[in-house]
């Protein structure tokens, strides 16, 4: 049905795409694999129509296609979901799920808004998701924006005749497993009428889903691999190029957190997000925050940079008072914040990866009230290659690299100043598994250099391979604390009865 032929792309000195070919036939989950930067989601972007190949064909149906845009693509049968969504957040569900193809809810020149969300309804329904459809985006969690721009997708199945294409990059990254079960049974449902590339860094979920894998690496395809023969070991040595280690979240180098506290919450509470939460942090200490979408993890996170107001309580940071600090002075006081949408708090776009990493550095980078740019150079590239971000050097552009490699620029940014305490919301959300295990180990050598890190995990596997202390939130109360360094091991089973 589709096929992808010899496609090369190139982005100023960064080359994405160096020949690569794939085929996707009617009925088919094609995985696509490979480490951050290995060029999946620009050969998506491809497919969609964003960018144009600068050599290379795209055959549909046995027949050569120019694609000129994302509604081009979508009128002959291929739509995408996006990685860091593509939705408006300032318009209703309604209009995002139908935006562009308005027309069939036009009446004598208006549109007619009751229909339209009567037929948001029936495709939001596909996806298990009850909301209003006049909701304003912007007030939806991610993970419910994930599952409105899969509804948008499948909007193709009545808007198209022929066989569909469905593009999902990462699609999975935000979503608690109810709602990946969902996904994957709209998956198997499409296969009647369409080919469908499946993208995740959860080597485990491919294989489960996907007919044939192909793996990339430094934007070629090294291998194609039928499911029956695919493991995720293979998988991760085809992709890093070096056997997956035997302590993936570095446990043999924790150490013991200090008896120095390093954040004290007492009593915090803000309305209709968390209530009357207290712990302590020690220094060199993980500890992390787990529950289920809307426990008030990330509001109460945020919290502790200023980000969102306490109401009652109060949060100290090495003795200091700080409730309702300003997020200036948070990073003056050593605190770093890792976000989840990286793309929107994370980093500037249209800065170098050298410029975003000493964003918050200002004045310490100066010498005689000028920009030291040797120094900052020489620093910027010692965390290029400490967390193997994959840039010709620091002067290139952020909107050029993949997303992982956007996320470990907000790592380094964090890193450079040396912060004390850091926050991090899913560091790891879009890493391949190569890159994770960059990022475990650069947790635990912030922790031996006496750091403190409160941390919401992509996994709970990841939170119980990283903290020494989880904490269960549900409903916005603590319902449950455990110490993760004792003789007995706590497993997902241990924690699952105090999140739901």
């Given amino acids: 049905m589709l096929a992808l032929n010899e ?7 960064v080359q994405a795409l160096k020949g690569v070919s794939i085929n996707v036939d009617v009925g088919e989950v094609v995985g696509l694999v490979g480490e951050n930067g290995a060029g999946k989601s620009t050969l998506m972007k491809i497919l969609n129509g964003i960018h144009q190949p600068d050599c290379g064909s795209i055959e549909i149906n046995g027949a050569a296609e120019t694609l000129r845009g994302p509604r081009d ?39 007619d808004w009751k229909a339209m969300g009567n037929a948001a309804i029936r495709q939001l329904d596909k996806v298990g998701l009850k909301i209003d459809p006049r909701t304003t985006t912007s007030t939806l969690t991610f993970m419910q924006r994930q599952m409105v721009e899969l509804a948008k997708v499948l909007t193709l199945e009545e808007a198209v005749d022929g066989n569909l294409c469905i593009l999902l990059d990462e699609p999975t990254s935000v979503l608690e497993q109810a709602e990946i079960d969902i996904l994957f049974d709209v998956i198997r449902k499409l296969r009647e009428r369409a080919g469908i590339i499946f993208i995740s ?7 489960e889903i996907a007919d044939t894998i192909y793996v990339m690496k430094d934007g070629v395809v090294v291998e194609r691999l039928p499911k029956t023969e695919a493991t995720p070991d293979s998988i991760h040595h085809l992709m890093v190029g070096r056997e997956a280690t035997g302590s993936y979240y570095k446990q043999d180098e924790s150490r013991p957190p200090s008896k120095t506290v390093a954040l004290s919450v007492q009593k915090a509470s803000k309305a209709l997000a968390f209530s009357q939460i207290s712990f302590d942090v020690h220094e060199g200490e993980v500890l ?20 969102e107001r306490i109401h009652l309580g109060k949060v100290s940071y090495r003795g200091e008072d ?111 598994v190569g890159a994770k295990e960059d990022v475990y180990a650069l947790i635990r050598e912030m922790c031996a250099a006496g750091a403190a890190v409160v941390l919401i995990a992509d996994t709970l596997e990841e939170a119980l391979g990283l903290a020494h202390t989880i904490i269960v939130l549900k409903d916005g109360k603590q319902t449950a604390c455990f110490d993760n360094t004792g003789p007995t091991s706590i497993t997902p089973l241990d924690l699952i009865p105090h999140m739901v």
């Fill in 7 to 13: 496609i090369t792309k190139s982005f100023g000195r």
């Fill in 73 to 111: 693509a979508a009128a002959k049968g291929i739509g995408m979901v996006f990685q860091e969504q593509s939705l408006i957040p300032n318009i209703s569900v309604a209009e995002n799920i139908f935006i562009g193809n308005e027309s069939q809810f036009v009446k004598f020149g208006r549109i």
């Fill in 201 to 207: 860094h959860r080597l485990d979920e491919v294989i």
């Fill in 288 to 307: 992390a925050l787990v529950g289920t979408e809307g426990a008030g993890s990330e509001p109460l996170i945020r919290s502790f940079f200023g980000l």
């Fill in 322 to 432: 700080i409730t309702n600090i300003l997020p200036g002075k948070a990073v003056a006081a050593g605190i770093g914040y890792v976000p989840r949408e990286r793309k929107i708090e994370g980093i500037v776009e249209d800065m170098s990866v050298q410029e975003n990493i000493c964003l918050p550095l200002g004045g310490r980078l100066t010498r005689f009230g000028l920009f030291d740019f040797p120094a900052i150079a020489k620093k910027t590239n010692e965390l290029i290659a400490k967390l193997r971000i994959k840039t010709p050097d620091g002067s290139a552009l952020c909107a050029n690299l993949s997303g992982g490699n956007q996320q470990k620029v907000v790592l380094s940014k964090w890193y450079r100043t040396g912060a004390r305490l850091f926050l991090l919301d899913h560091p790891t959300r879009g890493l391949d």
